[in-house]
């Protein structure tokens, strides 16, 4: 009978903990699950039309924190995809410059997000400082920086994180600015 109980006791012990161990993986994945959930590889089509960017989070050349997308809720994003061979793309950093004082700094209804696909930092920040770049600048992590996009390349968001609106080419202040209200343009 003693035999018993302590077979009893014993088997009943064992099942506590290995009910405890389970919970405690089962909270471990969950907390894993969050982590994969924010290091997602981002491609092109991560950009394109009908897209949501409120997944994706990136790390600001600029002020080297992580910037996670979902922070801009209830503004339009313009997304200027950019490299240091990219000769137009550079072109471009005037008007944006302009963009980032008269529309993000001046109505606050916009949000600048440039992403540099180069994999040189070095040759980045010296464009940055040479070109007095005054919007953020992101850094394409590898994935999406080896994914092939066509440069310059624009992409807008609306205040909900998804993209409405994609070009391909050197644009101009206007072009530029009735993209980001959702008017019809040229497309390139």
Known sequence: MKKIILLTIAMLFVFVSCTEKKKIETEIQKKDTTVKKEVQPLTADSFSKGENIH??????ITSGKNIDFSQYKGKKILFDFWSSWCEPCIEMFPIINRLKREVEDGKGTLKILSISVDPMPGKINEIMKKKKVKFEVLNAPSDLANAGILMPYLAVADESGKIFATSNGKHT?????????GEKSPSK
């Open 55 to 60: 997944n994706i989070t990136m790390k600001s």
């Open 173 to 181: 202040f206007k072009e530029i600015q009735k993209m980001i209200s």
